[in-house]
C-alpha cells in the first residue's frame, strides 16, 4: 500500500529550524520525485521544494532556496526538508507528494501533512 508520512512538524521561534520527514512505503525512490508543498490558512497549496533521483533534479521555490535543503536516505526511502532560519510567514501546514519519475510530472499521492507553526 502507497503511503506518505510526513512528521517533524512543531512550534519553533522565528529564526529556528525545523527537520521534517517523509517516510515513503511502496514507492522506491529511484523512480519517483518526491515533493514537499505548504498550505497556510486561507491560501492556496503552494509548492516548496521537489527532488527526483531519477533524472537528478532538484529545485527549490522563490526565498526557500538558501533556507531549506532537501535530501532523501535511499535506505530509510525518507525524504527530508532542512529548513533554517524560519519566518512566521512560513507558518502552515507542510505536505510531502509522489511524482512519477520527474518533479514536472503531476502529483499522484499526498501524505497528511505536518504543522509547522513559526512564531515572531
Known amino acids: 500500500e502507497v503511503q506518505l508520512v510526513e512528521s517533524g512538524g512543531g512550534l519553533v521561534q522565528a529564526g529556528g529550524s525545523l527537520r521534517l520527514s517523509c517516510v515513503v512505503s511502496?514507492?522506491?525512490?529511484?523512480?519517483?520525485?518526491i515533493g514537499w508543498f505548504r498550505q497556510a490558512p486561507g491560501k492556496e497549496r503552494e509548492r516548496v521544494s521537489c527532488?527526483?533521483?531519477?533524472?537528478?533534479?532538484?529545485y527549490y521555490v522563490d526565498s526557500r532556496e538558501g533556507r531549506f535543503t532537501i535530501s532523501s536516505d535511499h535506505a530509510k526511502n525518507t525524504v527530508y526538508l532542512q529548513m533554517n532560519s524560519l519566518r512566521p510567514e512560513d507558518t502552515a501546514v507542510y505536505y510531502c507528494?509522489?511524482?512519477?519519475?520527474?518533479?514536472?510530472?503531476?502529483?499522484?499521492?499526498w501524505g497528511q501533512g505536518t504543522q509547522v507553526t513559526v512564531s515572531s
Open positions: 507528494a509522489a511524482r512519477a519519475v520527474r518533479c514536472s510530472s503531476p502529483v499522484f499521492y
Open positions: 527532488l527526483s533521483s531519477s533524472d537528478g533534479s532538484l
Open positions: 511502496d514507492l522506491p525512490l529511484d523512480d519517483y520525485a
